[in-house]
């Protein structure tokens, strides 16, 4: 196989072809090819003492057992580059935000000996992005670097400059968002957002175990709501199906089996959406948050489809709880799951979302779930009922193709419904 020369790396853009993909010099960046035999034998292999690649002795490619495959693979560490997203320059560029903000990280910084990203060339690429980009869609930040070059007066440094920057990047060790924040963890199971399990309770990487948003609280944050969430660390699978097993969210909600605690549902929901309505973005200019671009309050804008600041911010809750029963639906195995119904109380400035178990109200939430949708609901009483006993439900459910359930036994339904008899 010695035939076969190395794959290149830095070979030339198709986009540019005067241009290379890693650096312009034109030395080649040259792989090493790994050969896999039939039965799963690789040609070499990583030394774990020296981190560097030997020949795997037990490599010998015969008819029996012939090359069926080969791989060479690259990894680059993004979180060494500057994200063209949030980067902007320092004081002198005209930033007025805190030195901890990521826009303090300085474009400029980017020149060598042919080429640099000048204070121009920051503001320009800084004012491209947020202006009006809460209010609109028109400049919605740069999904790769080479999206950057819609900017022309900083087109050829971008350019030049495409092996140091990124559009994404982020610091997985601290934890924190761009406001220097927790940053959320779409799960709710706390081993799979990097908890560990002391003994007697799980805490986070900062040691500590608190809910999200409250006192002495555990970071990262995840979607903390199960009242049990089990002491193993990083289960492989949900197992079980009795009503009290700790890892799968999509168990019913309801206090009935004391599933999920909705103390904790109310720190995870309400520090989401407090994240939603932070307006000290530091990306944007001016006093913006994602209510202000998904629910702009105000008669005149939407066609007034949101008439007040309280709706908008009610919006924002629903967004939240959503958020929440999408990642109970993506983590459990159930074909039903039932969404969470919640009481919004408001006492001063406090905000609370307890379990609802009476008749929806206008302070009443519903989560979006992979719950059925029911086409219709007939019930029958017999002659002369006059107090609470047995009726008959007809409930017709709408199961569009490839919804996914393909069967499901009624005996794991429970109903409570409130039904006038008139005597």
Known sequence: MSGYSAPDLNVAST????????????????????????DGTRSQYINPFTYQWVANPSYNPTTANPVVGRFAYWADDESSKINVNTAWGRADVGNTNSVASPTMVDLTALQDSTNQITTAMANGLHTYLTTN?????????????????QVSASAAAVKHFKSEITSYN????????????PRFVLTTRPDRAGWTYNGSKWVGVNGLSGNPGTTNA???????????????SAPDSISGSAPNIADDPGLSPSPANKHIDYTKVNNTLNTLVSYIQRTDWPITSGASSF??????????????????????AARCAQLAINIIEYVRCKESPQQIVAPMRLYQTISGSATNYTYNSSLPNGNTFFGTTRAPLINE???WLPSGTTSVGYSLFYVEVYNPVNYGIVNYSTTNITMSVPIPVVL
Request: no cysteine.
């Open 133 to 149: 980009n809460y209010a609109t869609l028109n400049n919605p930040f740069f999904d790769s670097p080479e999206q950057a070059r």
């Open 218 to 232: 555990g970071t990262p944050y995840y979607l903390r709501i199960l009242t049990n969430e089990g002491t193993v």
């Open 377 to 379: 609901l007939g019930t």
């Open 170 to 181: 982020h610091d997985l060790n601290s934890g924190l968002n761009m406001f220097n924040q």
């Open 291 to 312: 209510q202000n671009k998904l629910y702009p309050a105000g008669s005149n804008l939407s066609g007034g489809q949101y008439p007040s600041a309280a709706v908008a």
């Open 15 to 38: 986009r540019d072809p005067t241009e290379h993909i890693i650096s312009n010099t034109g030395n080649p960046l040259n792989l090493n090819w790994v050969y896999v035999t039939q």
